[in-house]
T-cell receptor
Framework: AQSVTQLGSHVSVSEGALVLLRCNYS??????LFWYVQYPNQGLQLLLK??????LVKGINGFEAEFKKSETSFHLTKPSAHMSDAAEYFC????????????FGTGTRLLVSP | EPEVTQTPSHQVTQMGQEVILRCVPI?????FYWYRQILGQKVEFLVS????????KSEIFDDQFSVERPDGSNFTLKIRSTKLEDSAMYFC????????????FGPGTRLTVL
């Protein structure tokens, strides 16, 4: 069965600092990996996805993530945090075998201070 | 930009009552999904739907739940006899193709069962 683990339910950074949100996955087949963001009182918005092409994936709002098979990781980074990045971030996995469901992690709340 | 819409945004019901949550997926999408998020917990897959039938469902999706695409635009989730533990945020999502295609999420319906 597939699963994702997000380390840290809360991450606090200062504006302008590096953002690093961690995600490790478990999958018996090659995974597809996703990062979604949820702003308060809104739905889930796709930030980026890995679909077995380039291992470094660039997404919206300056975020990127690197797929590392040896570490089973797909960490999300952004060089310089903005106040507007404060939100809940979810890592999710699906597999390439045709199953359609996304399996989500528990989420990480990013707090950005001035 | 096309988006998934959901109504109502908040539904309050008494235990044992039936509720219908409504979603309008993006118009050219063929795959539809329901997820739920109990307060403070992870987003969980409920069901996927394609070609007018359920293609996958989770163990949460028992006989109390049903889905329907009654016309060319709506996708509904029905809970026949609500329980207190059904209180959650319910998200509808749609994708153009299945499997690993990007799923676009609606803003959610918050269901409160009293």
């Amino acid at each position: 069965a597939q699963s994702v683990t997000q380390l840290g339910s809360h991450v606090s950074v200062s504006e302008g600092a590096l953002v690093l949100l961690r995600c490790n996955y478990s999958s018996s087949v090659p995974p597809y990996l996703f990062w979604y963001v949820q702003y308060p009182n809104q739905g889930l918005q796709l930030l980026l996805k890995y679909t077995s092409a380039a291992t470094l994936v660039k997404g919206i709002n300056g975020f990127e993530a690197e797929f590392k098979k040896s570490e089973t990781s797909f960490h999300l980074t952004k060089p310089s945090a903005h106040m507007s990045d404060a939100a809940e971030y979810f890592c999710a996995v699906s597999d390439q075998a045709g199953f359609q469901k996304l399996v989500f992690g528990t989420g990480t709340r990013l707090l950005v201070s001035p | 930009e096309p988006e998934v819409t959901q109504t109502p945004s908040h539904q309050v019901t008494q235990m044992g009552q039936e509720v219908i949550l409504r979603c309008v997926p993006i118009s050219n999408h063929l795959y539809f999904y329901w997820y739920r998020q109990i307060l403070g917990q992870k987003v969980e897959f409920l069901v996927s739907f394609y070609n007018n039938e359920i293609s996958e469902k989770s163990e949460i999706f028992d006989d109390q739940f049903s889905v329907e695409r009654p016309d060319g635009s709506n996708f509904t989730l029905k809970i026949r006899s609500t329980k207190l533990e059904d209180s959650a945020m319910y998200f509808c999502a749609s994708s153009e193709r299945g499997a690993t295609d990007t799923q676009y999420f609606g803003p959610g319906t918050r269901l409160t069962v009293l």
